[in-house]
């Protein structure tokens, strides 16, 4: 341990030791053993093994169970603007390498842990920004980050209009941060007077809210798998389950459907697709439901068969262990009644977007399905979320999203 080191020193159990020595960067209130010098809650602290080895630094965070977030292993470094700056230069190179120019209309640019920012998520729409600040130690450096960001991103050529704080969250409670919404001030700048702005996804147009839309106006995580599904399409007759803004629904359109209908139980979310369609030009090869999909499927089995590809793409079902088997139960009934209605040789796309349903659990619920259905299944791809939501190695909660395309034989 170098003796110039001035931050509080956190000794923590090897239990904690040897999950951050395997990448992890969460240290957990039960795994301090010790607690040296005075800290502000979010302010940094230095983490130590039983031995004084030092392991990491990491914001402090007083009233979480996630008592330290690491942001840095290296024990050389000086957390000063130029620090920060350079990570925020990292993050966007890095998306600038791995995604197409044209991708990089809406994309995630911070994804939290997995690029060194614990509790932070920045999506970039069009010329917006939303983000959410999930963490006291982020909550306590939005001020110097976000106008940086900003200034990284307009010297690189982007138009950046405004940022929105998404934070009402019920995950700042637990940090004992207040909810709330609106426009940050930018310094010298006016906020802009609309919370909307169009995107491109895929060549296709949407209007997003960065006030209204779920999380942060959209989801972007999966841009490439809905351009899968829309090569997939040409020629099919779709139902695209679970719709909420009709992207997938969109795709297989613009992909050459024969004909898409587009399913949610929400009569907003339905509203919302059809407006989409409309923007695009695509209304005329689709149709849409309002519908609960659970009370959907059993009925479309009692009808002629009309469907030959069904895009499963639900929300999370569950957001805890707790609830996981409940979970794998619907979505167990969801891919039944998919493969049940599917004629032989028809396609079957099925995800889950919560970490909560690891991947074993998930593949078995469809083998299990496709046992009870009387099917095989053909894999044609296995995918995950996009590049701009990276998985971190080592931080399994960085990898969530479970996205398979079947033939049903």
């Avoid at 050389?76 to 700056?85: L, P, S, T, V």
């Avoid at 028809?346 to 074993?360: D, I, K, M, P, V």
């Amino acid at each position: 341990m170098k003796a110039e080191r001035t931050y509080p020193r956190y000794t923590v159990t090897p239990k904690a030791e040897a999950a951050i020595l395997r990448g992890h960067p969460w240290v957990y209130g039960q795994e301090v053993l010790s607690a040296e010098g005075e800290p502000e809650n979010g302010a940094l602290v230095d983490v130590l093994s039983r031995k004084g080895r030092y392991l990491g630094t990491g914001f402090l965070s007083e009233r979480s169970k996630i008592r330290v977030r690491l942001l840095s292993r290296n024990a050389n470094d000086r957390f000063d603007e130029a620090f920060w700056r350079r990570k925020l230069q990292w993050a966007w190179k890095y998306r600038k390498t791995v995604m197409e120019p044209q991708d990089l209309d809406c994309c995630r640019i911070i994804f939290g842990e997995a690029d060194a920012f614990p509790g932070l998520t920045v999506d970039k729409f069009h010329d917006l920004l939303s983000v959410q600040v999930l963490s006291m130690g982020m909550e306590r450096i939005k001020g110097m980050l976000l106008p940086m960001l900003a200034e990284v991103l307009r010297r690189d050529g982007q138009t950046i209009r405004g940022i929105y704080e998404r934070n009402e969250v019920s995950l700042r409670d637990k940090e004992g941060l207040p909810q709330h919404k609106g426009w940050f001030p930018l310094p010298g700048e006016t906020p802009p007077a609309s919370p909307l702005t169009e995107i491109t996804e895929n060549g296709i147009r949407y209007l997003v809210d960065v006030e209204n839309g779920q999380k942060t106006g959209f989801f972007l995580d999966q841009k490439y798998n809905r351009r899968c599904v829309g090569r997939l399409a040409a020629g099919k007759t779709v139902l695209d389950c679970f719709t909420h803004t009709g992207s997938f629904a969109l795709n297989a359109a613009l992909g050459g459907a024969k004909h898409v209908t587009a399913v949610d139980v929400s009569e907003g979310a339905v509203e919302m697709a059809r407006a989409n369609a409309a923007r695009n030009g695509l209304e005329g090869r689709m149709d849409f439901l309002a519908a609960d999909v659970f009370d959907l499927l059993p009925r479309l089995e009692k009808e002629p068969p009309r469907y030959d590809f069904i895009i499963l793409d639900p929300p999370a079902f569950t957001k805890s262990r707790k609830t996981v088997t409940n979970a794998m139960a619907g979505y167990k009934e969801i891919n039944y009644r998919a493969m049940q209605l599917l004629p032989r040789g028809g396609y079957l796309a099925t995800c889950s977007c919560s970490h909560f349903a690891e991947e074993s659990r998930f593949l078995a619920m469809l083998q299990d399905a496709a046992h009870d259905a009387g099917v095989q299944l053909r894999q044609i791809e296995a995918r995950q979320q996009s590049c701009d939501h990276p998985i971190l190695w080592g931080v399994k909660e960085t990898n969530y999203l479970k996205f398979y395309l079947f033939q049903v034989i």
